[in-house]
C-alpha cells in the first residue's frame, strides 16, 4: 500500500519542502524548530501522526497530518458517547508533483485507514485554505464560515471581568465550560489547547515578541480563552462560553485590552451558531466572511447529523 507513516527522519525532511507554504516569516531553520517543538508537544505525542503517499520507489508524492481530538455523539436516549475524531493539517505535494491526483489520493487513503483504525469511530475535520472542491472529491462536506472582528483597543468602559486566566487554568476553564447543545460535537482536551499556546510561546520567542498578559477570562458564569497568532497580529478566541449578552460583551472587551497590551490589531472570533446573537451586540463586533481555513466534515461512521449542525471552534483548528 502507499499510504505510509513517516518516520522522523522523514518528518524533518518534509520541513525542508513545507517551509515554502507555511513557513513565513521564518526562516527554514526556525520553521524545523517550531515543528521539532510542536510535535514534542503533549498533545502531539498523544495522537499526532505524520502520513506519506509513496511512489513504488518510496518517492514522497504528497504528505499530510493527523490530529485525534476527542467527539461526542448524542444516542436516541438523548446520551453522549464519546468517540474518536481526527484533525488533517499541512496536506501537501511538492510544486513539481502537483495536479496529478497524489492529494486526493492520499486523503482517500488517510480516511479509509482511519476508518479502520479508529477503536470509536466518529468523524475526520479540515480547515481548507484552498476552498471546498478538492476535499469534497474525498467526502467532506463544507460548512459556511465566518468571523467576528474587533479592534484590539484600551477600551476605558464597560464591565470588567472577574479574572484572567493562566496557563495553569485552561483545564478547570474547559471544565467549567457549557458543552453545545448540537447532536455531534467534537471538543479540545487540555493539552489541545495548551498546543495553541505552545505556538504562541515558540513565536514569541522566535520573533522576539511580548506574549500577551493571559490566556482567558471568566465573569460569573462565563468563560473565554485565547491565543496570539503573531504571524497575523490577532488575539484568536479559541473557546467561548457566553451565558448572555452583557458577559459577551465583558469577555470580548477584556480580549481587547489584552490584545491591545501586546501589540496586536485585532481579536478575532469563529462565529458558532449558538453565541453568534449574544456577540452580535458587542459594541465594535464586524462580521466578516472567513478567508480560509473553511471547516470540512466527513464522516467515518453512518449516523452522525449533517456537517452544519457541527460548532467548529477555533480551539479545533490546527
Ligand atoms: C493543495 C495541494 C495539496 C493539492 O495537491 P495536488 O496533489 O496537486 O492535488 P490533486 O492533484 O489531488 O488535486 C488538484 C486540485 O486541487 C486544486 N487546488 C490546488 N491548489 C489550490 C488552491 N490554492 N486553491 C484552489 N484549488 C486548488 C487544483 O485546482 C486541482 O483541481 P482540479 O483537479 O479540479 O484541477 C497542493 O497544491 C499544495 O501542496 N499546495 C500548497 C499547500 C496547501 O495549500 N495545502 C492545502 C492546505 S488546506
Redesign the pocket.
Known sequence: MPLVLATDAQKAQRDTVTHA?WGSPLSVAQYQEREARLRAHPWCREGMNTWLWVADDGAV??SCETFHTDSFLRGADGTFTQGDSYAIA?????DH?????????LMDGVAAELERVAPRPHSVV??????A??YRRSGYVDVPAWDWHLDASEVPEGRPVDGGLQETDVAAALARMQRPQAPFYLWPSAAQVDWHLERERVYAELLARPRPQTCGAVVGDSTALWSMVARYGDLVVLMLDARDAADAAALLTEARRVAHRAGLQRVVWWEEPATAPLVAGVPGAVRVQRDGSLPMLRPLRAGLPPALEVPFPRALWV
Open positions: 507554504a508524492l504528497a499541512s496536506v501537501f505535494t511538492e508533483l502537483r495536479g496529478r491526483g497524489h492529494a486526493t489520493r479540515l480547515f481548507s485554505d484552498v476552498g472542491p478538492l
